[in-house]
């Protein structure tokens, strides 16, 4: 690549019927100034484009790490929902089954406090029936004492 110094330290023939050295001069300085400003400015684009290249590949870093992070934040919240959802199971399960054995206990306890009122109830009348033999044995005896 042609360089501004090259430009500057270019000589040329001097002919009979050439061009004006003063004319030739002043422009070739023209020219050299607006090349080192080309080359300064492709040197800055240069660093620019330097600078963001790592800026874009941090970024894609960032992108990368970020989307581990929400792979593993979804594989921690689906593990989180099966625990959960399994320990629910769990619990109905385990309810379901103190239930039924409160269930039966009520039950059982059902059938023996019917079993006593049965019982009772079965007194009772044995009591009644004494008691009217008692009445019907005293009124007889009273029948007998006239």
């Not at 020219?31 to 492709?42: F, R, S």
């Not at 320990?87 to 059902?110: G, P, V």
């Amino acid at each position: 690549m042609l360089r501004p110094i090259d430009i500057q330290n270019k000589e040329f023939e001097k002919k009979i019927k050439g061009y004006s050295c003063d004319e030739v001069d002043d422009f070739l300085d023209v020219v050299i100034q607006d090349y080192e400003m080309l080359c300064k400015e492709n040197q800055s684009l240069r660093n620019k484009i330097g600078l963001l290249t790592e800026t874009v590949d941090r970024y894609k870093q960032m992108e990368s790490t970020m989307e581990k992070s929400m792979d593993m934040a979804k594989q921690a919240a689906d593990d989180v929902r099966r625990n959960a959802e399994t320990e629910a199971s769990a619990i109905i399960n385990k309810a379901k089954l103190d239930a039924s054995y409160l269930s039966r206990q009520i039950d059982d306890e059902h059938a023996k406090r019917h079993r006593e009122m049965l019982a009772l109830k079965g007194e009772i009348e044995q009591y009644k029936a004494r008691m009217k033999s008692y009445c019907a044995n005293i009124e007889k005896l009273i029948d007998d004492m006239e």
